[in-house]
C-alpha cells in the first residue's frame, strides 16, 4: 500500500494522492533528480498489474506512454519517466509534468457558469491542439475527451490531459480497436471501434455543451440520435448550428478534421432553412404548393438530382403532381422528359404539391430513388433486351 512520503525507484517523493480507482492511482510528487524547483513537481500514474487489472489496460497504459514521448505541445504534460516496480505486486509507473490548476469538471461542480465568449475561446484553443494531434504521422487520437480531462491551468490557459485511451490511428483497413471513452460524450462510431479524426470533435462538442447548458451530455435529451441543448443555453444562431455539427451523429455530416471546424468557427456557419429554424425558433416558411410557375426560391436542402423521377418518369409524376411530367408517356421524346425530370423533379414537384416538411419531402423522394433502383432499372433492361430482341428477330 502505497502512503505520502515514499519514495519510488529513489527519485519519486509521494505527496498527495490525487485520485484512485480499481484500475490505477495518480499522485503528485516531487521529482528528487530535478533541481529546478518550477518543474520538480510531477503527476505519477501507477497501474497495479492483477486483481481486476487486465492485460488489455496494460497495453492502453504503455501506449499512452509510448506517444507521450513523442508529443511536444506546451497545453500537453510531457513525458518525464516510465517504470516498473516489483515489490510483492508489480506495478508501472507513468511520470509526466504536473499541470497546476483545476478540470473543467471541478470548475462545473463549483456550479461556474460558462459564456459563450468563454466557450468559444475554449473552443479554439482546444482545437488548435486537436490539429496538432490529428496533423502528426499517424494520426494520435485522444478518444476521452471530457471536462475531467481538460485543465485550466494557473496560466489561464486549457490543457488536454490524460491520454489512458489514445490510439495512433491505423492506416490497414479492418484493424481494430480497444473501445474506450465516456457515455455522453463518445460518439456512436468509437462505441463500433473505428475511431477517427472526427470522432475527438464529437466529444469535444459535447463537453463544450456540458459547459453550456450545465447539465451533461448523458442527462441531455435526444432526438434522432442528436443531442437537444438549444433550449438550455442562450447561444447566438451561428455558434449554435457549429455546435450542431460538431456533435452530428452521422460521421459524414460532422466535420472532418479540426482544422476544418476552426476555420468555420471563425468564419461561421451558414444554415438550411430548417436549421436555422430548429435553432433559432423562427418559424419555417414553408412556401410548397404554390404552383410549378411559382416565382420563388425552393429550399436548398432539396436541390439536387432526382433519381426517382429518372428511372421511374411514367409513375413518379402521378404521386408528385407533376402532371408535365406525363410528357414521358409520349413515344421518342420520353427520354428526353426523363433528363428533365430527373434534373428539375425536385423543383418541380416542391412548387407541385404541398408538403409537411422538407423532412416529409425528402423522405418521400428518396422511397422513389429506393423503387427507382429495385424496379425503374429492371424493367429499363428488360425493355432494351426487348427492343434487341425484335430488331434481331425482324432480320
Known amino acids: 500500500m502505497l502512503h505520502i512520503g515514499e519514495i519510488l525507484r529513489d527519485r519519486y517523493q509521494l505527496e498527495e494522492q490525487l485520485s484512485e480507482n480499481e484500475i490505477h492511482s495518480i499522485w503528485r510528487a516531487k521529482d528528487l533528480a530535478v533541481e529546478d524547483p518550477a518543474r520538480e513537481s510531477v503527476l505519477v500514474k501507477l497501474l497495479a498489474l492483477g486483481g481486476n487489472v487486465q492485460w488489455d489496460r496494460l497495453k492502453l497504459f504503455e501506449r499512452e506512454a509510448q506517444i507521450l514521448q513523442g508529443i511536444d505541445h506546451p497545453q500537453i504534460p510531457k513525458y518525464r519517466d516510465y517504470f516498473s516496480i516489483d515489490d510483492r505486486a508489480l506495478w508501472f509507473g507513468l511520470v509526466e509534468d504536473y499541470i497546476p490548476g483545476l478540470s473543467l469538471k471541478e470548475w462545473l461542480s463549483r456550479s461556474k457558469t460558462f459564456t459563450q465568449p468563454e466557450v468559444r475561446q475554449l473552443a479554439i484553443a482546444l482545437l488548435k491542439i486537436l490539429i496538432y494531434l490529428h496533423e502528426l504521422s499517424p494520426p494520435v487520437l485522444h478518444r476521452d475527451i471530457k471536462p475531467s480531462n481538460i485543465i485550466i491551468g494557473e496560466d489561464k490557459r486549457p490543457y488536454l490531459v490524460d491520454f489512458g485511451a489514445v490510439q495512433n490511428q491505423s492506416s490497414v483497413e479492418g484493424a481494430t480497436f480497444t473501445v474506450v471513452g465516456s457515455y455522453g460524450y463518445t460518439p456512436m462510431e468509437q462505441f463500433g471501434g473505428r475511431a477517427v479524426p472526427a470522432s475527438d470533435l464529437y466529444a469535444l462538442g459535447a463537453t463544450l455543451i456540458h459547459l453550456l447548458t450545465g447539465t451533461s451530455p448523458a442527462d441531455l435529451p435526444v432526438e434522432n440520435f442528436r443531442l ?141 430513388a429506393i423503387a427507382g433502383m429495385f424496379i425503374g432499372i429492371p424493367m429499363a433492361w428488360m425493355y432494351m433486351y426487348f427492343i434487341v430482341t425484335l430488331l434481331h428477330w425482324r432480320k
Open 228 to 368: 437537444q441543448f438549444s433550449h438550455r443555453a442562450s447561444l447566438s444562431p451561428d455558434f449554435a448550428r457549429w455546435l450542431e455539427k460538431l456533435i452530428e451523429p452521422d460521421l459524414k455530416q460532422r466535420f472532418s478534421s479540426a482544422r476544418e471546424a476552426l476555420d468555420t468557427l471563425k468564419a461561421g456557419l451558414k444554415p438550411s432553412v430548417e436549421e436555422d429554424s430548429r435553432l433559432t425558433g423562427v418559424a419555417f416558411k414553408n412556401n410548397s404548393g404554390c404552383g410549378i410557375k411559382a416565382d420563388i426560391e425552393v429550399p436548398e436542402a432539396i436541390k439536387g438530382w432526382n433519381w426517382g423521377a429518372f428511372f421511374l418518369p411514367y409513375f413518379w409524376p402521378l404521386s408528385n403532381r407533376v402532371w408535365i411530367g406525363l410528357l414521358a408517356c409520349i413515344p421518342n421524346i420520353g427520354w428526353i422528359m426523363a433528363f428533365f425530370l430527373g434534373s428539375k423533379g425536385n423543383e418541380w414537384a416542391w412548387k407541385s404539391r404541398r408538403w409537411r416538411s422538407i423532412e416529409q419531402f425528402k423522405a418521400h423522394q428518396r422511397g422513389w
